[in-house]
Every structure is written in C-alpha cells, then in structure tokens.
C-alpha cells in the first residue's frame, strides 16, 4: 500500500482491475503529470532565458514527445470458397518521452505501453502484445560524450497470459502462467554511459542491482506445473522476489530515419554476479530486445511493426520472439 497524504493506494486493486483501463489509468496519470511539470518550467525559461547557456542555469525541459496509438484490424467470410475465419484485433500504444536540463545534469524519463487482443471466431481470445516499461535516469556530464548515470527501470504486462492443456482429460485445463508484476522486472544502477550523438546511447552498468518478482501465487504454481520447473521465472517456492546483483549493458536508439518514419530500438542485456542456479553453467546473460518501427501516411493515420525478443534461462531456455504489423490512429501531443 502506498500512502500519499491522506489518501492510500493499495497496488492489489490494480492488479485485478481490467488490462485496458489498467493502461488507460496509468498513461492519463503520467501524461497529466509530465504535462504539468514541463509547462512550469517552459514558462520559467521563456521568460528569463535569452540564451541556451541563460536556459541551462535556470533548467528547462525539452519539447515533450508523447503518442498515443490505436489500431485495428478486421476480416470477414460469407460463402467464401477460398477459405477462411472472421476475426478482429484490437491495440493501443502510447509513448511518453521527457527529458529535463540544468548545468551539466539531465533528467530523462521514458515510459513505452502496448497492449493488443486478437479474436479468430471460433478460437479463444488471445493477447497479440503486452509490455509495460518505465525508465528515469539522471546523468551528468563529464566530457561531451561521456556522463555518469545513475538511473532505475521497470518492466511487466498488463494482462494476464494463459495456455491451455489437454492432459487426456474431456476438457482443457487452462493456466495462468504471467499476469501483472508476475513477473516483474525492477533494476538500479550507476554507471558510465556514452552518448555521441542525441539519439543513440550507450550505457555500462558496473553496479546494477535487480528485482524479479512473482506477486501471484497462481502464476507461481500454474508456471512451474506447466514448465515442470522448481522456481517461477528465478522465485524460488514461497518467496515473492528474487534479489540479483550484475553487471548491465543498455544500447537505445531513437531517431527518424526517414521523413515520417520513426525508429526505437532497446537492447538490455544482464549478468549476475552471483549464480542465478546451482550449477554455475546456467548462469547466462539475459538478452532483452524491443524494436518499434512507426510511419505516419498522415496527420493521424500510421503503420507500425513491433518486435520483442528475450532470452532468459529463468523463463525458458530458448529465444522467445514476438512481432506484430498492425495500422491505425496515432496521435502526437
């Protein structure tokens, strides 16, 4: 529970509210948040700033880039002889990156949300892409291209993900093997990063601590059945978190490639210090990758693809990929 004033907020009940207003809730409170501290602080610049030295002794913030995306598909059969299934999908986006200056410090916040739900009649209802991803980072400059950093990140989902058995049994047996902070990814870290150019950044991570957690015993229980496993994503049997300490490796990538065409690309890679297993040859690096490709055909009209990749031998000991092509609505704030 998280006591603000006079207020509390009790994380359960965000766990079992609905995956979309569980988006919509978060990225309304980010946005009206950021909003409000960047035009404080704009108006403090504009007014007393003749100059960029003038703007960075008083602080200010950069233009913000917020999106905010729906897309949708949809097919439809009748008397079609060349075969075929109705169904339609479903997905929302949004994007909010911000980044405060003052003196030789910045302060950067960066929050990627997707969710998508796809239906073939007849099949059972299915997520098409799931990621929450929060990011603050302050660094410091020591020369034009090399800052000290130190900085946090989260990762997680939205919904929960199922799969169903049949076990030989009449019925399929459905379970629960992911939902909201289960698991869920907490790092902090300082470090020595290198940023040559604005849209590249490349940060070394010598002092990293890390957090798995499993807040949901379902999951726990539902995972390590399914997987045949002892643990869940690295939790071992009755606790809640697995306490980590490594060495981490960030490459970000964030630039227009071309005339309405936007590129994001995220690898993160990890390696804990201390042996994630007892035997020391599965202490691998755990690979994560996250590419988003946009391109805007108008004001609010655009096309995205989107490919996710992970490696983690506390999941499974292959590489997982997920990609989607969906168009849409984008809105740029």
């Given at each position: 529970?998280?006591?603000?004033?006079?207020?509390?907020?009790?994380?359960?009940?965000l766990t079992?509210?609905?995956?979309?207003?569980?988006?919509?809730?978060?990225?309304?409170?980010?946005?009206?948040?950021?909003?409000?501290?960047?035009?404080?602080?704009?108006?403090?610049?504009?007014?007393?700033?003749?100059?960029?030295?003038?703007?960075?002794?008083?602080?200010?913030?950069?233009?913000?880039?917020?999106?905010?995306?729906?897309?949708?598909?949809?097919?439809?059969?009748?008397?079609?002889?060349?075969?075929?299934?109705?169904?339609?999908?479903?997905?929302?986006?949004?994007?909010?990156?911000?980044?405060?200056?003052?003196?030789?410090?910045?302060?950067?916040?960066?929050?990627?949300?997707?969710?998508?739900?796809?239906?073939?009649?007849?099949?059972?209802?299915?997520?098409?892409?799931?990621?929450?991803?929060?990011?603050?980072?302050?660094?410091?400059?020591?020369?034009?291209?090399?800052?000290?950093?130190?900085?946090?990140?989260?990762?997680?989902?939205?919904?929960?993900?199922?799969?169903?058995?049949?076990?030989?049994?009449?019925?399929?047996?459905?379970?629960?093997?992911?939902?909201?902070?289960?698991?869920?990814?907490?790092?902090?870290?300082?470090?020595?990063?290198?940023?040559?150019?604005?849209?590249?950044?490349?940060?070394?991570?010598?002092?990293?601590?890390?957090?798995?957690?499993?807040?949901?015993?379902?999951?726990?229980?539902?995972?390590?059945?399914?997987?045949?496993?002892?643990?869940?994503?690295?939790?071992?049997?009755?606790?809640?978190?697995?306490?980590?300490?490594g060495f981490?490796?960030?490459?970000?990538?964030?630039?227009?490639?071309?005339?309405?065409?936007?590129?994001?690309?995220?690898?993160?890679?990890?390696?804990?210090?201390?042996?994630?297993?007892?035997?020391?040859?599965?202490?691998?690096?755990?690979?994560?990758?996250?590419?988003?490709?946009?391109?805007?055909?108008?004001?609010?009209?655009?096309?995205?693809?989107?490919?996710l990749g992970?490696?983690?031998?506390?999941?499974?000991?292959?590489?997982?990929?997920?990609?989607?092509?969906?168009?849409?609505?984008?809105?740029?704030?």
């Open positions: 529970m998280i006591m603000i004033g006079r207020n509390a907020f009790n994380l359960k009940y079992r509210i609905n995956p979309m207003r569980k988006f919509i809730l978060i990225a309304t409170l980010i946005l009206s948040a950021s909003g409000l501290w960047a035009q404080k602080n704009d108006t403090l610049s504009l007014r007393n700033a003749k100059t960029l030295a003038d703007s960075l002794k008083i602080g200010f913030w950069k233009p913000r880039n917020t999106q905010f995306g729906i897309n949708f598909s949809q097919a439809a059969f009748n008397n079609w002889q060349g075969g075929g299934i109705n169904s339609w999908s479903i997905g929302a986006l949004f994007n909010n990156r911000a980044e405060y200056n003052k003196n030789k410090g910045a302060f950067v916040s960066d929050i990627q949300f997707q969710i998508g739900t796809i239906n073939n009649k007849g099949q059972r209802r299915a997520k098409s892409i799931d990621r929450l991803f929060m990011e603050v980072k302050y660094a410091h400059r020591i020369n034009p291209t090399i800052n000290w950093f130190a900085g946090a990140n989260f990762l997680s989902q939205f919904a929960s993900g199922v799969v169903y058995e049949n076990d030989g049994l009449p019925t399929e047996r459905k379970r629960t093997i992911s939902s909201f902070m289960a698991p869920g990814y907490l790092s902090e870290g300082v470090g020595i990063e290198y940023k040559p150019v604005p849209y590249f950044v490349l940060q070394l991570g010598g002092a990293t601590l890390r957090q798995t957690f499993v807040a949901s015993d379902k999951v726990f229980t539902d995972f390590t059945e399914y997987n045949k496993k002892d643990d869940a994503y690295g939790v071992k049997k009755g606790k809640k978190v697995l306490f980590e300490t981490q490796l960030v490459a970000a990538f964030d630039k227009d490639i071309a005339k309405n065409v936007n590129l994001k690309l995220r690898y993160q890679g990890f390696l804990a210090y201390t042996p994630k297993r007892v035997a020391p040859e599965k202490n691998a690096i755990d690979h994560n990758i996250n590419l988003i490709a946009t391109a805007k055909v108008n004001k609010y009209l655009n096309l995205n693809f989107t490919l992970i490696y983690d031998r506390d999941q499974i000991d292959k590489f997982q990929i997920s990609q989607g092509f969906a168009a849409g609505l984008l809105f740029t704030l």
